[in-house]
């Protein structure tokens, strides 16, 4: 049994990680992993990165095509997709944000794991605003696959 | 408690009134329920068992559990948690004696309609947009508002573009509401209370807050009556600041008051997953979530989304016991060996003001029983099931089933169900053009929603009622 299956907790094996390569330029991942009748991350994406058989697929992304424009972030019902960009030593991650308060760009937050476990420091470098809010965060690179949510400090 | 700042949700208070709680004067807001009303004034504790005077609180927040009874203007054994509050109402415990004031004379309302539908959430609306470009139609609906469960479900749904997936339930609610009340009559407040077989369909149905009682002559019923929280067995079980998760919901979601400052979630299905989000999205605390399965019961995803935000997720774990005086105050929690025995020494004390079952739901079929409908238990769908074929209709001609009354499932799937018996029903009172274009598409999607992983339980459960079904029928009305 995986991890995820009893804890509800991804670990990096279980997730098709790009090349360091295509991180450099920026592309979306994703951490669904079970067959779930749902495809909205299918529709969303401009390009036809994401793709998937029959909708109980989980969804494969060609990391060639994808432009990591995150709107398959805005439209993931289960909150599972993320973008990542690492450049140098820094890392900026794209994550979907349905909470209060909602931070300010250039706020300090602190990066959470998949635990919901205080990692590290991170800074605020854009908001889109909506219902789910997007929050890209820069945090250092070796977080990079590691930060999936924040907490407001203030 | 009230919750003055949401992340997704906007609140809509009506006027401030006031209203007496035991002769106290309490703040209200027009079209709130008194439980709603009463919670955030701080009362959880609504009655008292009748023998021991145990202290009792609300449970399900829509109707179905009698767990909220009390005395309302002189009247006894009414449900506060689907009653609204009004200026001046007297709310008092409930006393066991018969009413006090002058029992006020019904007015009775007549009316024939095509298609009678009973309960307006995600299946009843549904049928009711399908059917009424053909037909007469009329919904019914004890609560407040219509739109059932979905007018508290804050997170967007799974599904495809064609069943609005992305958009969050409490959007679904609205559409499907804006819709079905430009294209029909939806009767709220207003409970059914009986079905008669008079060589036509006959419904009695109260209006409870207006007093009128509405005789409803129909040719075809749809009952999309919907499914009630199960109860789990434990010591203290009984105490205010249970509730099922659903009730939890409706009181936080949908009128904007907190039940608690710190919850425990029993069940990690995707109720418990996405109640425990909810909650902390009001700004409400998640001591964890325990689950007695050695597997997350609901999607990965929203277990995934549930520990980001630093709640834990507990397999192999039940609670034995909760603890309080007047409310719950704590609560033991204990480990299961493969046999489903508590593993002794595991014991752990959790410190939380409320607890929420997310433990199943069982439809409800007593309404439909009524009809003489064949029922039949089972297990997979949930419990009791009135049989049917593939376009819901019943062993009795002329009565339908959709959504939860159906098969315990998504609303998704609700939502098709309702339109498959909305369309049948109108079809088979004259024909609708391209029935079968329309219908086969609404199958094509039941289908796909039901070959995932997911897809199994109830996929059995629907074979077994079919052919329950036409064991029970012959070949005869398939279609």
């Not at chain 2, 439980?35 to 008292?48: D, P, Q, R």
């Not at chain 2, 145990?54 to 109707?63: A, E």
Request: hydrophobic residues 40%.
């Amino acid at each position: 049994m995986k991890r995820w299956e009893r804890e509800g907790v991804v670990e990096l094996e279980d997730l098709d990680i790009p090349s360091e390569e295509y991180l450099r330029k920026g592309v979306a991942i994703t951490e669904c992993l079970q067959e779930i009748p749902c495809n909205p991350c299918v529709e969303a994406c401009p390009v036809d990165a994401i793709s998937m058989e029959t909708i109980n697929d989980t969804p494969k992304i060609d990391y060639e095509k994808c432009i990591g424009c995150g709107n398959c972030v805005d439209a993931c019902p289960g909150l599972a997709m993320f973008l990542v960009k690492v450049t140098g030593d820094s890392a900026l991650i794209t994550l979907p944000y349905e909470f209060l308060p909602v931070p300010e760009k250039e706020e300090r937050v602190k990066a959470l794991n998949r635990e919901g476990k205080e990692i590290c420091d991170a800074v605020v470098k854009r908001i889109r605003r909506g219902r789910t809010t997007l929050v890209t965060i820069e945090v250092p690179a070796e977080y990079a696959l590691e930060a999936r949510n924040i907490k407001v400090v203030r | 408690m009230r919750i003055e700042e949401h992340p997704v949700l906007e609140f809509e208070r009506g006027k401030e009134i006031y209203f007496y709680y035991n002769g106290k004067k309490m703040k209200a807001y027009e079209g709130e329920t008194i439980a709603a009303a009463l919670h955030a004034n701080g009362i959880t504790k609504f009655s008292e068992s009748t023998k021991f005077h145990r202290p009792r609180g609300f449970f399900c927040g829509i109707g179905k559990c009698s767990s909220c009874l009390m005395k309302v203007d002189g009247v006894p054994n009414v449900r506060t948690c689907i009653t609204l509050v009004k200026e001046g109402m007297v709310v008092e415990d409930n006393d066991g004696e018969l009413p006090d004031g002058e029992v006020q004379e019904a007015k009775t309302v007549e009316m024939e309609v095509d298609i009678a539908i009973v309960g307006g959430g995600a299946a009843g609306l549904s049928a009711a947009i399908e059917a009424s470009p053909y037909a007469s139609v009329v919904v019914i609906d004890e609560n407040p508002r219509p739109g059932g469960q979905l007018i508290k479900q804050t997170h967007k749904f799974f599904g495809s573009k064609e069943e609005r997936a992305g958009t969050r339930g409490i959007e679904i609610a609205r559409l499907l509401r804006e819709e079905a009340s430009k294209k029909c009559n939806i009767l709220l407040n207003t409970s059914v209370i009986g079905y008669y077989d008079r060589g036509h369909h006959f419904l009695v149905a109260v209006n409870r807050m207006e007093n009128v009682v509405y005789e409803i002559k129909a040719r075809k019923i749809i009952f999309a009556t919907g499914a009630q929280e199960n109860m789990l067995v434990f010591e203290g079980n009984d105490l205010p600041g249970i509730y099922g998760a659903g009730g939890v919901q409706t009181l936080m979601n949908v009128y904007g008051v907190k039940p608690g400052k710190k919850g425990l979630i029993v069940g990690a299905g995707n109720v418990g997953l996405i109640l425990a989000y909810q909650l902390k999205q009001a700004g409400v605390d998640v001591v964890a979530i325990i689950e007695a399965m050695p597997k997350i019961g609901g999607y990965m995803v929203h277990a995934a989304k549930v520990r980001r935000c630093g709640v834990p997720i507990y397999t192999k774990h039940s609670i034995k016991r909760a603890y309080g005086s007047e409310r719950v105050e704590g609560a033991t929690i204990v480990e299961l060996d493969e046999n489903w025995n508590y593993v002794e020494g595991s014991e752990q004390d959790v410190e939380c003001d409320f607890i929420c079952l997310a433990v199943g739901l069982t439809p409800s079929v007593r309404l439909v029983a009524q009809t003489g409908a064949e029922i039949t238990y089972i297990n997979e769908a949930g419990g009791w099931i009135a049989l049917h074929n593939e376009y819901m209709e019943t062993t009795k001609e002329g009565i339908y089933v959709a959504g939860d009354l159906a098969n315990i499932e998504e609303a998704s799937v609700a939502m098709l169900e309702g339109k498959i018996a909305g369309l049948h029903a109108a079809h088979s009172i004259a024909p609708v053009e391209n029935f079968d274009e329309k219908m086969r598409a609404y199958m094509e999607n039941l289908k796909i929603f039901r070959e995932g992983v997911f897809g199994a339980r109830p996929k059995m459960a629907k074979e077994k009622i079919r052919e329950r079904y036409h064991e029970k029928m012959g070949k005869g009305r398939s279609g």
